[in-house]
């Protein structure tokens, strides 16, 4: 069936140090979505790509989308404490109405002061 | 303001005794979803529902049953629970047309013994 993968599952970084999460789908996308969960909270969307080859920037995070729409990049430059948290990559679900989401099991970003 | 609501936030309740949680919305958004979140296991869609009176299984139906009376709730419905339904459980809601934002509600954790 389709996956959505993300890597990696945690990340450990140093105040200041970058932070980049890779999302994989086995299927190609019609767009994909980022969410970020601040610990003990509900997740919160960050941005929607729909492009091929899109690049999107939000202050210190960038979003890309790749050429096959079958993956995408976060990244964040120069991490901050604030960062903390769990970051989803979500897309359409295959063969489902819209709004019917699948989402990657996320990658679990902590930032040491 | 816009928001998505759960109740309750909290629930510790025993094998084999029904219960219900409620989800509403005060977006007029057509799509809704349950999900569960289980460490390590991203977010698992557990219902969706496309408009009222329409539903349909998602990855983890088994033990949960859901109904959409009005368009704006969505209950999830536990029967008989076990306690590997011990989880956290988010509802979320979304527009339609060429977003695909979901909006989610506060979580509500469940514990059954």
């Known amino acids: 069936g389709q996956q959505v993968m993300q890597i990696p599952q945690y990340q450990h970084v140093q105040e200041g140090e970058d932070f980049t999460t890779y999302c994989n789908s086995s299927?190609?996308?019609?767009?994909i979505q980022w969410y970020k969960q601040r610990p003990g909270g509900h997740p919160v969307f960050l941005i929607q790509?729909?492009?091929?080859?899109e690049v999107k920037k939000q202050k210190r995070l960038t979003f890309q989308f790749g050429e096959a729409k079958k993956n995408s990049s976060l990244h964040i430059t120069a991490t901050q404490t604030t960062d903390v948290g769990t970051y989803f990559c979500?897309?359409?679900?295959?063969?489902?109405?819209?709004?019917?989401?699948?989402f990657g099991k996320g990658t679990k970003l902590s930032v040491k002061p | 303001e816009a928001q998505v609501t759960q109740n309750p936030r909290y629930l510790i309740t025993v094998t084999g005794k029904k219960l219900t949680v409620t989800c509403s919305q005060n977006?007029?958004?057509?799509?809704m979803s349950w999900y569960r979140q289980d460490p390590g296991l991203g977010l698992r869609q557990i219902y969706y529902?496309?408009?009222?009176?329409?539903?349909d299984k998602g990855d983890v139906p088994e033990g949960y049953k859901v109904s959409r009376k009005e368009k704006r709730n969505f209950p999830l419905i536990l029967e008989s629970p076990s306690p590997n339904q011990t989880s956290l459980y988010f509802c979320?809601?979304?527009?339609?047309?060429?977003?695909?934002?979901?909006?989610f509600g506060p979580g509500t954790r469940l514990t059954v013994t």
């Open positions: 979320a809601s979304s527009l339609g047309g060429d977003s695909y934002e979901q909006y």
């Open positions: 299927t190609t996308l019609s767009n």
């Open positions: 790509l729909v492009k091929s080859g």
């Open positions: 979500a897309g359409p679900r295959y063969g489902g109405s819209q709004g019917n989401l699948i």
């Open positions: 977006m007029n958004h057509e799509y």
């Open positions: 529902s496309m408009n009222v009176e329409v539903t």
